[in-house]
């Protein structure tokens, strides 16, 4: 099945800094890979996505490239603010019925 | 507001008692999932239900029993709860297999 990993597990950045999560996978007929972000007490919230026709996305100051090949991905957040902090997760399937999420990373931005 | 709600937000239950976690979705998505989440594992599928009347099985699912009579409902089952079913569980929908999901608040379940 399809094993995903996820670096690092924790990063501070001051604000305004731009902030990079690593994904790679294993299977390669995965071709969904969506970021969630997990804000304490709550459920995971999906922020940006990518499917695997596509190399890059961006939404604002959020952006995820794909590289299929070498089989990983990436989350990139610029400019970033206090309110970014939070616990991403990536995650890549063929379906919601087979997706397997990282580790998470706990980001924390300091003002 | 239209989302997942899950009941009870946390439970302390004593090893061997059976117990049920609630989820009701009002969205009208085909597909529910149940995930639970453990410290440095990430989320981890239990099982899911890609429509009315039919269920599947996850990554983790031993254990724990599904069930989907009707679009909104999905309750999960531990027949006997053992320690290590520990955890924070989430219930999740999409409309359709391979879309967006949304998560529940999650409910805290601890077993003793």
């Known amino acids: 099945g399809e094993n995903v990993e996820q670096h690092p597990s924790t990063l501070s950045v001051q604000e305004g800094d731009s902030a990079v999560i690593k994904c790679t996978y294993s299977?390669?007929?995965?071709?969904?890979f969506p970021w969630y972000k997990q804000e304490l007490g709550k459920g995971p919230q999906l922020i940006i996505d990518i499917r695997s026709n596509v190399g890059e996305k961006k939404d604002q100051r959020i952006a995820v490239t794909l590289n299929k090949t070498a089989k990983h991905f990436s989350l990139h957040i610029t400019e970033t603010q206090p309110e970014d902090s939070a616990v991403y997760f990536c995650a890549a399937s063929e379906s919601n019925n087979d997706m397997r999420f990282g580790a998470g990373t706990r980001l924390t931005v300091k003002p | 507001i239209a989302g997942i709600t899950q009941a009870p937000t946390s439970q302390i239950l004593a090893a061997g008692r059976r117990m049920t976690l609630r989820c009701t979705q009002d969205?009208?998505?085909?597909?529910m999932y149940w995930y639970r989440q453990d410290l440095g594992l990430g989320l981890r599928l239990i099982h899911y239900?890609?429509?009315?009347?039919?269920?599947g099985k996850g990554e983790v699912p031993d254990g724990y029993s599904v069930s989907r009579a009707n679009t909104d409902d999905f309750p999960l089952t531990l027949a006997s709860a053992v320690p290590s079913q520990t955890s924070v569980y989430f219930c999740a929908s999409s409309e359709q297999a391979y879309t967006e999901a949304f998560f529940g608040q999650g409910t805290r379940l601890t077993v003793v």
């Open positions: 239900s890609n429509t009315a009347g039919t269920t």
């Open positions: 969205m009208r998505h085909n597909a």
């Open positions: 299977d390669s007929a995965s071709n969904y």
